[in-house]
C-alpha cells in the first residue's frame, strides 16, 4: 500500500506538473482530489482494513492529500503569474499619444486685476459700490463740480446720448459716464458716512489712438469720515501700490493738479526704473505717474446732502488696464479688446488661481 | 504752455538752474511735460574760418576748402556759391546730426577729394529754406564760438500741462509768481507806466448790453494809435514766439500773441481806417456771418459776443477777430482793443463755432478782471516801442466786474485737512507771497482777499491747496487708513460675485474671457436686439467715434461673433469665448442696464485626434446648454428646475434653441446663431451662442449656513433600461419627467441613453431608450415590487406620450 501511495504521488505530482494552464491544472485537481479522484477511491478502501492499518495508510493518505493540495496551489500561483505576465506583456500602450483634447480657458487680464483689487481693498476696509454706465449730466459732471459750460468738461470727451423726455433739465442729458465718480455721488446720496467703497467698471471717452480707447476701466476709491485727511490718502495709497505691485517701500511722489470734484487735489508717481528699454516698478531713476486723487471737495459734499463742516475725507481714481498693464507688462492697451485668442491663451489667467490674499497663488 | 527760460527770467530774478525751476515746476502743480533746449541740438556746430577755397580739380561747382577750426585745419568740398577764402562760415564736423536734413555727417570722398564735415547753410541747421548758399558770420567773430549762443538758439523751451483752474499761468508772467512764491527767487516788477495819450480818440465804443447781458462784455478800453508803420517783429520777439511754436506774422500781430502768452493777456487790434464808424459791442443777431482770420465764416447766433462797427460783426469777443479789419503791412493807424469777455458765453461761442483760439483759451478760463489799464499800456507802449505812432486818450466803456472776495479761514483747518501742521506765520507768508491778502481778526478767524487773477479760488479747501502745494506735498505723512472692523468683510456686491462665479466656472469648461466694447453698430443692434423703437433711439450715441461703435449693445453676441470671425482670418476656425458684461435695454439708470453672462463656441470641440471622431466634432446645442447650464448652477441658481421652451429670440435658429426659464422670468438663452445672420455677418463656421442674465436670479432658500440634513440609505440602488417607440416630436424631457412621477421617492434619477430613428423605426416615429435609477427606502425590493415599479413607468411614460414600449 506504502509503495501505491508513492507511485500515486510521484504520478499526480508529474500531472500537476504538467498543467500548462490553469484549466489542465483543475483537470488535475479533480483526477486527484475530487470525488471520483484517485486519492477520494483510495479513502474510500480504508473501511475495509484492520484498525491497525487504517491508520497507518489513513494517516499517509491525508498527507499525501495536502502534499498534492499544496502542490496545486504553488502550480496555480506560478501559472496565474504567468498568466498576468502574459497579459501585461500585450497590454503595453503607447503612453507618448497625446490625452483627449480639453480646451483650456483663462480669466481676462482686467477681470484678474479687479478681482485683485477687491481682494486687497477689501482687507483695507473697503466694499464696492456699482452704478450705471449711462449716466446724466448731473451725476457725471454738476454734482462732480464741474458746472455747464467749464472748460474742465472738455477735459473728457465725453459720449452723449439723446435726452431722455422723462426726465427733467440736467437728469434728462444721458451721456456714458467718462469716470466711475459719479457712482461716488450716487454712493453718498443713499448711504452716510463713514463711507469706505471702491467702485470699478467701464467708463468712456471719445478718443481712440496708441493709448487710449474709446472705453477703459477705472477704479475708484471713496473715504468719508470725521477725521480722514489726506495723509490718509497718502497711506492709503502707498498700502495699496504696494500690495499691488507687490514692491516694499515704494517710493511715491504726491504732485499738486486739479480736479473739480477734489480740493486739494494730486496726481500721484510711483518709482521706476526705465532701464534697457524695460519698465519696473520700484525704487529707480525715473517716476511713473498711475493715478489722480484728492480731498473731496465741500460742494461735492453738499450736492450729495453730507455735511461738509462735519465730515471730509478723500477719492481717488485710477485707470485699471494701465495697472494691469503694468504688473503684468502688457505692451498695448488696445490689444485688451480685440479678444485674439492667442492674446487670451497668453495673457489670460487659469480659472483655479483667482486672487486671494489670505491663499497663495 | 510754453516758454522759454530766458522770458521767465525776464519776470523772474533767480539762480535756479534750469533743473530746480522744472522740478520746482511740477511740485507746485504746474507739471512738467518737456523742456527741449536747443543748445544741444546745436551743440556740434561752431564758426571756422575759410584759410583757402580753391576750384575742385574735376568739378566746376564744387571748391575744394581748408577751413581753419581753431584747432586743426580741415579739408571740406562745399558746393556753395559764396563758399570763398577768407570768409567765415559755421563749420559741422563729420559726426554730427544736421537737423535740416536729418543726416548724420560722415567722412568722405568726393570726386576723389577727401571731405571733412560741412560747411552749412540755413535750411541744413532748420532756419529757414534758404539754400543759396552757406552761413555767413562776421569776420570779428571769434573762432570755436559755438553756433547756438550765436545765433540765440541757446534758450530752453519749457513746457507745462495747465490745469483748467490756473488761468493766471496761462502767461509767463503767472508763472513766474508761482515760482517766486515757491522760493525761487524774485519777482520783478513789472514797467505798466502809463503812456500820456495826446488826443481825442476818433472811435468811440458804446456797449449795447441789457442788465441781464452785462457780464457778456463788463468792460472795454479802447485807444486809437495814429501813424504807426508794420513791418516784421524785433529778432529776439520772432525768436521768442517761434520757440512756442508761433508763426510771425507781423509787429502788430505778433504783440497781441506776446501779449497772450507773456501776461496772459489777449487782446485785438483793428486796422482803424477798416472801422467804419464807432464799435458797438453787442450779442450778435440770429443769422449774422463773420469772415474770420483764420480764412473761415461763421454763423452767429444771439449768444455770442459781437463786437461791430456800423457794417456790421469785427470780431467775435474773446474768441477771434474779423478778417476784414486786420492789421496788413499797409496798416497805418490802428485801434486796440481791451476788454473782459464772460468765460462762460466765450467757451460756449467757441464750442459752438468749434473755434480753438490762444484768445478763447485765455477768456473761457477767466483773465485777470483787474488787469485791464494796466495791459492796455503795456500794450501801447510795445506798439509805439516797435511801430513808432502816437496814441489818443483812452476810450474807457463800463466798468471791471466785481471780483473781490473775502473768505473766512481758520489756520487750523490746514492740519485737519492735511494731517500736517504748517505754523500759522508761514501760512501767511505763503498766501501773500501768491498775492493773497490777509487780515487776522482774531488767531483762528481770518479774511482772506484772494488776488483779482485768482479767480478759481472760492473756498478755505482751495486756501489750503494753496499753501499744501507751496509749502510741499513731499511733507504729507503716510497714516494707513483706520479699519472699522477688524476682521474683513464681504466688499463684493451679489451681482460681483454673480459674475465672478459665472466667469470662473465658464473658463474652467474651457472658455476665454473676453472684453469687448459696450457699442455695437446700428444693423447689428437691430439684429440682436428686441427693443422698443423709443427705447432703441435713445441707445444711439450722439457722436460716435466711428461708424461700427454707433449703438449701446442690446446683446453682447455680436461682438463675440465678430471676435471668432477675426480668429477665424488669423487661422483659428475653433473659437470658445465668453464675456461678462453689460447690454443695454434702455437709457435709464435703474432698469436700462442688465449684467449677463455670453458665450459662443463656434467650429469643432477640439482637434482631430487619435481617439476618434467624438473629440473633434462639430460643436452643438448641447455644448452650450451645458454651458448655460452650468453657468446658472455655478451662481447658486436652480438650473434643474428651469423648465425648456423653445421661444428663444430671432437670433438664434428656431428649431435649435431653448429658453430656461422659471414660469414668465427668463434666466438664460441657447441655441445655434440663426444661419442666415451668420452669413450676413460672413461666418465661416457655425456658431453655438448662450446668454445667461445673471443680475436677476433665484438664489436657493437657505436658513442660516447649515446644509440639509443628509440621510443615507442601507440599501443598493436598482438600475433599469425601457426602450419606447414614440411620435418623434415628442420632447426628452416629457419622458424624463413621466419616468419620475410613477414614484418620485424611490425613481431618483432618469435620462435618455440612446435615441434611434432610421432601419427599423418607421417615419415619423423614434426609438428612445431611458435608463432609471432605483433607490430603495425601507427595505430590499422584491422581484414583484420591481415589477409593479417598472410597470408604473411604462404605464406613465405611454400616457404622456402615446407611445408604446418596445419589445
Known amino acids: ?361 | 504752455m510754453k516758454f522759454t527760460l530766458s522770458w521767465l527770467k525776464d519776470h523772474l530774478d533767480t539762480d535756479a538752474t534750469l533743473t530746480e525751476i522744472t522740478d520746482k515746476l511740477t511740485a507746485i502743480g504746474l507739471e512738467l511735460e518737456s523742456v527741449t533746449d536747443p543748445a544741444r541740438l546745436y551743440e556740434p556746430f561752431f564758426v571756422a574760418y575759410v584759410e583757402k577755397a580753391d576750384k575742385h580739380p574735376d568739378a566746376d561747382r564744387l571748391k575744394v576748402c581748408l577751413v581753419d577750426t581753431g584747432k586743426e585745419k580741415i579739408q571740406v568740398v562745399c558746393g556753395a556759391p559764396n563758399a570763398r577764402t577768407g570768409m567765415k562760415g559755421i563749420f559741422a564736423p563729420s559726426g554730427s546730426y544736421i537737423p535740416g536734413t536729418d543726416i548724420t555727417l560722415k567722412k568722405g570722398v568726393i570726386r576723389g577729394q577727401e571731405s571733412n564735415g560741412m560747411l552749412v547753410s540755413e535750411r541744413e541747421m532748420g532756419l529757414s529754406d534758404n539754400h543759396e548758399g552757406i552761413i555767413e558770420v562776421s569776420s570779428d567773430i571769434a573762432l570755436g564760438t559755438p553756433f547756438a549762443a550765436l545765433f540765440g538758439l541757446d534758450d530752453p523751451v519749457i513746457e507745462i500741462g495747465l490745469t483748467p483752474n490756473r488761468a493766471d499761468c496761462t502767461g509767463v508772467r503767472g508763472i513766474a509768481r508761482d515760482l517766486a512764491a515757491a522760493g525761487l527767487g524774485t519777482l520783478k516788477p513789472l514797467n505798466d507806466n502809463p503812456v500820456t495819450g495826446t488826443y481825442e480818440s476818433p472811435i468811440r465804443v458804446t456797449l449795447d448790453l441789457t442788465d441781464e447781458t452785462r457780464d457778456a462784455c463788463p468792460l472795454f478800453i479802447g485807444r486809437h494809435i495814429k501813424n504807426v508803420k508794420n513791418g516784421p517783429s524785433p529778432d529776439w520777439m520772432q525768436a521768442r514766439l517761434k520757440a512756442i511754436g508761433l508763426r510771425p506774422i507781423s509787429a502788430l500781430v505778433d504783440i497781441t500773441n506776446y501779449m497772450s502768452f507773456c501776461l496772459g493777456r489777449p487782446l485785438h487790434v483793428f486796422d482803424a481806417d477798416k472801422l467804419k464808424g464807432d464799435i458797438q459791442v453787442r450779442l450778435a443777431h440770429q443769422g449774422e456771418t463773420l469772415a474770420a482770420l483764420n480764412d473761415k465764416t461763421y454763423e452767429l447766433d444771439d449768444t455770442m459776443t459781437a463786437i461791430c462797427d456800423d457794417r456790421g460783426v469785427v470780431a467775435l469777443g474773446g474768441v477771434i477777430g474779423g478778417a476784414d479789419t486786420g492789421c496788413t503791412d499797409s496798416t497805418t493807424n490802428v485801434y486796440l482793443e481791451v476788454a473782459y469777455f464772460d468765460p462762460m458765453r466765450t467757451a460756449r461761442t467757441g464750442r459752438a463755432l468749434q473755434i480753438i483760439s490762444d484768445a478763447r483759451y485765455r477768456f473761457e478760463r477767466g483773465v485777470d478782471p483787474a488787469f485791464l489799464p494796466q495791459a492796455a499800456e503795456i500794450a501801447t507802449r510795445l506798439i509805439i516801442d516797435l511801430c513808432g505812432g502816437t496814441p489818443s486818450h483812452h476810450v474807457v466803456a463800463g466798468e471791471a466786474p466785481a471780483w473781490e472776495r473775502q473768505i473766512a479761514f481758520d489756520p487750523a483747518i490746514v492740519k485737519k485737512l492735511l494731517g500736517i501742521v504748517i505754523p500759522p506765520e508761514q501760512q501767511i507768508t505763503i498766501l501773500k507771497s501768491l498775492g493773497f491778502d490777509v487780515a487776522e481778526e482774531t488767531p483762528s478767524a481770518w479774511l482772506v482777499t484772494p488776488p483779482s487773477w485768482r479767480g478759481d479760488i472760492e473756498g478755505r479747501a482751495d486756501l489750503v491747496e494753496e499753501i499744501g502745494r507751496i509749502y510741499g506735498y513731499d511733507k504729507l505723512e503716510a497714516v494707513s487708513v483706520p479699519k472699522l472692523t477688524s476682521v474683513t468683510q464681504h466688499a463684493e456686491t451679489n451681482g460681483m460675485a454673480h459674475a465672478r462665479k459665472a466667469r470662473t466656472c465658464l473658463a474652467q469648461r474651457g472658455l476665454n474671457e473676453c472684453v469687448t466694447w459696450s457699442f455695437t453698430n446700428q444693423e447689428r443692434a437691430d439684429d440682436f436686439g428686441t427693443l422698443q423703437k423709443d427705447d432703441a433711439a435713445r441707445l444711439q450715441i450722439v457722436n460716435p467715434i466711428n461708424a461700427e461703435l454707433t449703438r449701446m449693445r442690446p446683446s453682447i453676441l455680436p461682438n463675440l461673433i465678430e471676435a471668432a470671425n477675426r480668429n477665424h482670418a488669423r487661422g483659428y476656425p475653433d473659437n470658445a469665448l465668453f464675456e461678462v458684461g453689460p447690454i443695454f435695454l434702455n437709457s435709464k439708470a435703474v432698469g436700462g442696464q442688465r449684467t449677463v453672462a455670453a458665450g459662443i463656441r463656434s467650429g469643432h470641440s477640439g482637434t482631430k485626434h487619435w481617439s476618434g471622431a467624438h473629440a473633434a466634432r462639430p460643436v452643438d446645442i448641447y455644448d452650450i446648454k451645458a454651458d448655460a447650464l452650468a453657468a446658472l448652477e455655478a451662481c447658486g441658481a436652480p438650473a434643474q428646475n428651469m423648465q425648456i421652451t423653445r421661444d428663444a429670440p430671432a437670433w438664434y435658429h428656431p428649431g435649435r434653441s431653448g429658453v430656461l426659464r422659471l414660469g414668465a422670468k427668463i434666466y438664460a438663452c441657447f441655441g445655434e446663431i440663426h444661419p442666415a445672420l451668420l452669413e450676413k455677418m460672413d461666418s465661416r463656421e457655425h456658431i453655438c451662442a448662450f446668454e445667461v442674465f445673471i443680475d436677476d436670479l433665484p438664489q436657493p432658500r437657505k436658513k442660516g449656513t447649515g446644509k440639509a440634513l443628509l440621510t443615507l440609505s442601507p440599501f443598493q440602488p436598482l438600475h433599469r433600461d425601457f426602450a419606447f417607440l414614440v411620435d418623434e416630436d415628442v420632447a426628452a424631457e416629457t419622458m424624463i419627467r413621466a419616468a419620475i412621477a410613477a414614484d418620485k421617492t424611490m425613481i431618483v434619477a432618469a435620462d435618455i441613453f440612446d435615441v434611434y430613428q432610421g432601419k427599423g423605426v418607421e417615419t415619423g416615429k423614434k426609438s428612445v431608450a431611458l435608463h432609471i435609477t432605483i433607490q430603495p427606502r425601507e427595505q430590499t425590493l422584491t422581484d414583484k415590487d420591481l415589477e409593479d415599479l417598472s410597470q408604473k413607468v411604462i404605464a406613465q411614460i405611454l400616457e404622456k406620450t402615446g407611445g408604446s414600449l418596445r419589445q
Not at chain 1, 503569474?81 to 483663462?106: N, V, W
Not at chain 1, 498711475?290 to 453730507?306: A, E, Q, S, T
Not at chain 1, 502688457?330 to 491663499?359: K, V
Open chain 1, 1 to 361: 500500500m506504502t509503495q501505491n501511495i508513492q507511485t500515486l504521488k510521484s504520478e499526480l505530482a508529474s500531472m500537476i506538473e504538467a498543467a500548462n494552464d490553469l484549466d489542465s491544472l483543475e483537470q488535475a485537481r479533480i483526477n486527484a482530489l475530487g470525488k471520483k479522484g484517485r486519492i477520494t477511491d483510495l479513502m474510500k478502501t480504508l473501511g475495509g482494513m484492520s484498525p491497525e492499518e487504517r491508520k497507518t495508510t489513513g494517516q499517509a493518505l491525508n498527507d499525501l492529500k495536502d502534499e498534492i493540495a499544496a502542490l496545486i496551489r504553488t502550480q496555480e500561483d506560478a501559472l496565474k503569474k504567468q498568466a498576468m505576465d502574459q497579459r501585461l506583456a500585450t497590454e503595453t500602450l503607447d503612453i507618448t499619444l497625446s490625452p483627449r483634447p480639453e480646451r483650456k480657458g483663462h480669466i481676462h487680464p482686467i477681470s484678474q486685476t479687479m478681482e485683485e483689487l477687491v481682494t486687497i481693498f477689501a482687507d483695507m476696509g473697503f466694499t464696492v459700490a456699482e452704478g450705471p454706465d449711462i449716466e446724466d449730466d448731473w451725476h457725471n459732471f454738476t454734482a462732480l463740480n464741474f458746472p455747464p459750460g467749464h472748460p474742465a468738461r472738455e477735459m473728457q470727451d465725453t459720449f452723449f446720448l439723446p435726452e431722455d423726455p422723462d426726465e427733467q433739465e440736467l437728469y434728462a442729458k444721458k451721456l456714458l459716464r467718462t469716470h466711475t465718480s459719479s457712482v461716488q455721488i450716487r454712493h453718498m446720496k443713499e448711504n452716510k458716512p463713514p463711507i469706505r467703497i471702491i467702485v470699478m467698471g467701464r467708463t468712456y471717452r471719445s478718443d481712440y489712438d496708441m493709448t487710449h480707447t474709446p472705453m477703459f476701466h477705472q477704479i475708484e476709491g471713496l473715504v468719508i469720515d470725521e477725521h480722514i485727511h489726506m495723509g490718509h490718502l497718502k497711506g492709503c495709497l502707498r498700502d495699496f501700490c504696494e500690495a499691488y505691485f507687490e514692491v516694499d517701500d515704494l517710493p511715491m511722489q504726491f504732485r499738486p493738479s486739479f480736479f473739480p470734484f477734489t480740493e486739494p487735489s494730486a496726481e500721484v508717481d510711483i518709482g521706476c526704473s526705465r532701464k534697457d528699454g524695460g519698465l519696473t516698478i520700484g525704487a529707480g531713476e525715473d517716476w511713473l505717474e498711475i493715478l489722480g486723487c484728492g480731498m473731496v471737495h465741500p460742494n461735492v459734499l453738499k450736492n450729495c446732502g453730507i455735511d461738509p463742516e462735519k465730515y471730509q475725507g478723500f477719492a481717488f481714481g485710477m485707470g485699471i488696464e494701465r495697472i494691469a498693464m503694468l504688473k503684468y507688462g502688457i505692451p498695448d492697451l488696445r490689444t485688451f479688446f480685440e479678444s485674439d485668442t492667442r492674446w487670451l491663451d497668453h495673457y489670460g489667467f487659469a480659472p483655479q488661481s483667482r486672487p486671494n490674499r489670505a491663499l497663495k497663488d
